[in-house]
């Protein structure tokens, strides 16, 4: 280590020692640990350490680097279980790629971090506006492995939630961050006597957060409404065998045999529609099949939505597909919908197509092809809009789904991979949103958990627990509408996108000014 980078470390260390603490907070405020009030000031030390002049461009983003990169160590810890039992890599090897994994992915606080030191240091922009403004941009514009948003960490607050419908996560993330800004501003204002109070950005901050939790409380009220007074009405199950990956596999026949147990305790209750997970039927089904009765249903007789995977025959010889059946009670097939969204290294090897000696090289990596449309599957005048593993936390992919106006979401999915960890929880957190930002009820059915039900306001109301057999009934209405959200997007960020530039404008104005 150079003497220059010693010296730079020794100068920084409280600005490090701020960045680490903020990356604590991020994560246990986040989904899973669940602290959700420490996300609203959990930006407050990282701004602190940001707000120097002395600061340069490389040490502004190391401290924001370093700052998500912590945030995102304690958030994904079951990346290395997962990579130790299904990737079969040794425990340092593991722990590497997990870290690599973190430090990819904190990408997105650096862009943020730069942007908010930039603007203050550079042109004045009080860090009460620059805060969620970089944030809404950086969430929107970073690409992540796995995509996730600071108002996740806020899924239990139903009030506050509800504008998801009109601005989407990134509008909440605005709110969120804003807070962190004020409060920093306002210690720093304390603390460092310097500036005016941030008075006017309090009074914006206040009016926003309590127009925000009015609309909350009006459309909870208004959805309870629509809901009790709509005729239709569906009795599900969910069904949760509860076999991991490598059982699922090995003993494909127990798995159909404990499905379809548990489809006839559902039966004696009368359901509507029973939901099988994601491979629910571990076997796959040959595109040309019409009835599935036989090998799929056996003695139940209830329609029914399960995964497995579609074999069809296309130019290079059988292909397969990753896919959501919906069948009638006599096992005739309705429709069919294939994932879309692949998981990079799970269901694809990046490359894999022109060197398929890399598929011999991970011969544990499925070969799947990506669906080709979004279109609901109907059962008795009920449009289902299909999301199959983690494609329901992609709140653009599922826009399109709601292109087609499904009157019930349906995520089939298998979290097995990810063992006794927080990810279950902070998979079905992020998943949430959609029945909110489309005013739909979203059933999740999972092989280990957690399978949920979540009401168009983004009540769970019920769930199972991770590892255990269990069975989940909920009488839903299928609804109907469109919301603002579904129409126009991440409005929210285009907007901030445009305060960036008109910034960004003021100061080559004023430079034309002076010279």
């Known amino acids: 280590m150079g003497t220059g980078l010693r010296e730079s470390l020794r100068l920084r260390r409280p600005a ?42 490389k040490e502004a983003i190391g401290i924001a680097w370093l700052f998500g990169f912590v945030a995102h160590l304690g958030a994904y810890t079951w990346i290395t279980g997962m990579l130790m039992d299904f990737g079969y890599l040794p425990w340092p090897l593991a722990i590497l790629v997990y870290a690599l994994l973190c430090l990819a992915q904190s990408v997105l606080f650096a862009v943020w971090g730069y942007g908010v030191w930039r603007l203050k240091v550079g042109h004045r922009v009080s860090m009460v506006w620059s805060t969620p403004v970089m944030m809404v941009i950086a969430e929107w514009l970073v690409p992540q492995l796995f995509p996730s948003y600071l108002a996740n960490s806020q899924y239990r607050q139903i009030y506050f939630i509800q504008s998801a419908e009109i601005w989407g996560p990134l509008g909440l993330t605005f709110i969120l961050t804003m807070f962190s800004g004020l409060v920093y501003e306002t210690l720093a204002w304390r603390c460092r006597r310097r500036g005016r109070a941030p008075v006017f950005a309090a009074a914006v901050f206040l009016g926003l957060f309590a127009a925000n939790l009015a609309y909350g409380y009006v459309a909870v ?11 239709t009405r569906l009795k599900v199950g969910i069904v949760q065998v509860n076999m991991g990956i490598y059982e699922k596999d090995d003993n494909p026949a127990e798995g159909t045999r404990r499905h379809r147990e548990q489809s006839l305790e559902l039966e004696a209750q009368k359901v509507d529609l029973i939901v099988w997970p994601e491979s629910g039927y571990n076997y796959g089904i040959a ?22 995977v579609r074999i069809a ?24 919908y294939d994932k879309t969204y692949l998981l990079a290294f799970g269901e694809y090897l990046p490359f894999g197509d022109w060197l ?10 499925s070969h799947f092809r990506r669906g ?14 299909l999301l199959i593993c983690y494609e329901d936390i992609l709140p653009g992919f599922v826009r399109q789904v709601m292109d087609h106006e499904p009157q019930v979401l349906v995520n089939v999915t298998n979290d097995a991979w990810f063992g006794k960890s927080r990810e279950p929880r902070i998979h079905l957190a992020l998943a949430l949103f959609r029945a909110v930002e489309h005013r739909r009820f979203l059933v999740r059915a999972t092989n280990t958990g957690i399978s949920a039900f979540v009401d168009p306001v983004g009540r769970i109301l019920s769930e199972t627990p991770i590892f255990a057999r269990a069975n989940l009934v ?5 609804l109907s509408g469109r919301t603002l959200y579904a129409s126009y997007g991440d409005w929210v960020a285009v907007l901030s996108v445009a305060l960036l530039m008109w910034w960004a404008r003021q100061v080559v104005v004023r430079r034309l000014r002076r010279g």
């Open 16 to 57: 490090l020692v701020l960045a680490v603490v903020g990356g604590c907070l991020i994560f246990l405020g986040f989904c899973g640990c669940d602290q959700f009030y420490l996300e609203w000031v959990a930006l407050v030390p990282v701004l602190w350490a940001l707000d120097d002049d002395s600061l340069s461009h």
């Open 221 to 231: 009220a208004n959805i309870d409404d629509t809901v009790a007074h709509t005729d």
């Open 287 to 308: 595109d040309s099949t019409k009835n599935v009765a036989r090998q799929v249903l056996g003695p139940v007789t209830t329609p029914l939505i399960f995964g497995a």
């Open 313 to 336: 025959n296309g130019p290079k010889g059988r292909e397969p597909y990753n896919s959501a059946f919906l069948v009638d009670g006599d096992g005739t097939v309705l429709g069919t």
């Open 356 to 365: 398929p000696i890399l598929y011999r090289w991970s011969p544990h990596t």
């Open 372 to 385: 080709t449309h979004t279109k609901p599957l109907t059962l008795n005048g009920v449009s289902y809009g």
């Open 474 to 478: 909920e009488t839903i209405t299928p």
